[in-house]
């Protein structure tokens, strides 16, 4: 019996989109669902109880960092993730080998499992299927992923294909590391770059170990959005319907648009909270960027269809002298206005997945924003 259940409430009359509840050992979300990050165990700038107000449900956090700092084991003693950064809501963890290939310098990976130097002081790290779940499962989040190798774009065939049995071979071995199925859902991640019959043979065999949710890797990485939908929608008939399905690392209103028409339920992204800190917020005109001159003496909100705490109470004007003048309340604001954009996003899509209007909501959407990041 899987630790999660996903309860499937409504499909789209046009399109794969699925409207859903995912239950867990911390509570209930609606999917689909956008997931604000907490890479080391905090959404940047923001309290647990202000990310309840912008209307989180989840969080991810991520391993490979919280092993690095403060390490797992302190967290574990700490009673868990939860209890360690005061979030009683589902949490999510990734397996770290994103940041292991993208993050370090230098990086050896062999059958075994990655040798790498730490971003932090440099020192040799090594982390296997085995090490990525023995942290996840110290973190005690309630789902978790197997470990996995990310290849970058482009790549060769071949050397895609070999990255593909490997990432199999280390979901088998994740999936045996595992010590804690009653209470933290495992999740395979199906990789193959931007070729279809990779991507295709990696679905197949992770499904065959019969994971409780499917996790899709190694897209939006730089490849054009129409290959990132090819490969979507090749996966799509293949996915079993009872079960969750994630897209890592996406986070713009348009690729979210395009994950969920194909049947996507989950997503994350940094990218609410790493632009909010630039000065640059998502509108429901499109981008601005309010720390611009332009902006100086605007006294209108950041959006004035957003509901969030920063577009109720402060201008455009006001916040761009609080990040001219360094005051960490500006980006706080940014950020605040952000996650609550994608999050009631997310609302406004699964509304219009109840309504079988997904793509007329596509196209007003769209066409008001002019929507590119």
Not at 7 to 14: A, P, T
Not at 292 to 303: S, V
Request: charged share 25%.
């Amino acid at each position: 019996m899987s630790t999660i259940k996903y309860e499937l409430i409504k499909k789209d009359k046009h399109t794969g989109a699925r409207l859903g509840i995912i239950h867990t050992p911390h509570g209930s979300f609606e999917t689909p669902a956008f997931m604000p990050v907490g890479t080391q165990a905090t959404v940047k700038g923001m309290s647990p109880d202000e990310m309840k107000e912008v209307g989180a449900e989840i969080i991810l956090s991520n391993a490979y960092h919280l092993h690095m700092r403060p390490g797992s084991e302190l967290i574990k003693e700490a009673g868990g993730l939860h209890k360690f950064m005061n979030w009683d809501r589902p949490i999510l963890t990734d397996s770290g080998g994103f940041q292991v290939f993208s993050l370090s310098d230098f990086n050896n990976i062999k059958e075994e499992g990655v040798t790498f130097k730490s971003h932090i002081d440099g020192s040799k790290q090594f982390i296997s299927p085995e090490i990525s779940i023995g942290i996840q499962n110290n973190l005690g989040a309630d789902i978790i992923m197997a470990f996995d190798e990310c290849v970058p774009y482009p790549a060769e065939h071949d050397y895609v294909a070999k990255s593909v049995e490997m990432t199999t071979r280390w979901a088998e071995r994740s999936k045996a590391a595992h010590m804690r199925p009653d209470d933290q859902a495992l999740f395979g991640i199906i990789q193959g770059g931007v070729y279809p019959d990779l991507r295709l043979a990696s679905v197949r065999q992770l499904i065959e170990l019969d994971f409780p949710g499917y996790s899709i890797g190694g897209l939006s990485v730089g490849e054009p959005v129409e290959m990132m939908c090819e490969i979507l929608d090749c996966l799509e008939p293949e996915l079993p319907t009872d079960k969750p399905r994630y897209l890592m690392g996406v986070g713009t209103p348009d690729y979210l648009l395009e994950g969920v028409i194909r049947g996507i339920d989950m997503f994350d992204c940094v990218l609410p909270t790493r632009i909010g800190r630039n000065g640059t917020v998502m509108t429901s005109k499109g981008r601005v960027i309010v720390r611009d001159a332009k902006y100086a003496r605007d006294f209108t909100p950041m959006d004035d269809e957003c509901d969030c705490y920063a577009c109720r109470n402060f201008s455009k004007a006001y916040i761009r002298h609080l990040i001219k003048a360094n005051e960490v309340l500006g980006i706080r604001l940014t950020s605040w206005h952000n996650l609550r954009f994608l999050l009631r996003l997310m609302e406004q899509i699964r509304e219009a997945i109840r309504n079988d209007s997904l793509l007329d909501f596509k196209q007003m959407f769209l066409g008001k924003a002019g929507y590119i990041l």
